[in-house]
Structure formats: structure tokens, C-alpha cells
Nanobody
Framework: VQLQASGGGLVQAGGRLRLSCAASGSTRSIINFMDWYRQTPGKARELVASIKSGGSTDYADSVKGRFTISRNDAKTTVYLQMNELKPEDTAVYSC??????????????WGQGTLVTVSS
């Protein structure tokens, strides 16, 4: 099983992007919970948003009101909608979560990072 993150890119300040993190590699998978982290060189990794198995969400204060984490009904993909982007949102964003598959049960996985660059 892999978590594949996508959707990063270059955007102007005030713009928006939507990141996706999809579970793949199994005929059937369910994302139990997922976190989005971001990291810039020289800084500690920051937890940006979380979605729990029941659907509840949490956000870092720095992104509250601008970012929204959600998932599809099949619980195979989690999204991070990022609006009103600021230059300080520039970072590599990575997803981390628990994925259930029939063969492996619930395991924890990191997705590869996707770079978000916000120009001023």
C-alpha cells in the first residue's frame, strides 16, 4: 500500500490549491485517519490538519479558516483545500495516516511530499 500525494505547485499569494493523498496498491483500502504535515528547510515539521476516523477535523492555528481537510465517501482519498494562500505557506506537504487493507490490516504510512510554493 502507498499513499500518493499530489496537487502541489506554484501559486500567487491569495490563490488556492487542493492537495490530494490517495491510498493505492490494494484492491480495497480504507483510510482510518490522516494528517497533513508541512516542512521548510531549517524548520521543524508542522502538523497542519487532521481528519479522524469519525470525520472530525483539527487545524493548526496558522491555517484555521483558510484550509479545509476532507475525504471522499469511500475513504480512499483525503484532500487539503488551501485557500487564501500566503508566502509563509510555502513548504513541502506530506500526508501521514493509517490505512486498512484486507491483507495488512491497519498500518501507518507516509506519502511522498508535494511542494507548494506561494509567491508574493
Amino acid at each position: 500500500v502507498q499513499l500518493q500525494a499530489s496537487g502541489g505547485g506554484l501559486v500567487q499569494a491569495g490563490g488556492r490549491l487542493r492537495l490530494s493523498c490517495a491510498a493505492s496498491g490494494s484492491t480495497r483500502s480504507i483510510i482510518n485517519f490522516m494528517d497533513w504535515y508541512r516542512q521548510t528547510p531549517g524548520k521543524a515539521r508542522e502538523l497542519v490538519a487532521s481528519i479522524k476516523s469519525g470525520g472530525s477535523t483539527d487545524y493548526a492555528d496558522s491555517v484555521k479558516g483558510r484550509f479545509t481537510i476532507s475525504r471522499n465517501d469511500a475513504k480512499t482519498t483525503v484532500y487539503l483545500q488551501m485557500n487564501e494562500l500566503k508566502p509563509e505557506d510555502t513548504a513541502v506537504y506530506s500526508c501521514y495516516g493509517s490505512v486498512w487493507t484486507p491483507s495488512e490490516g491497519s498500518q501507518y504510512y507516509w506519502g511522498q511530499g508535494t511542494l507548494v510554493t506561494v509567491s508574493s
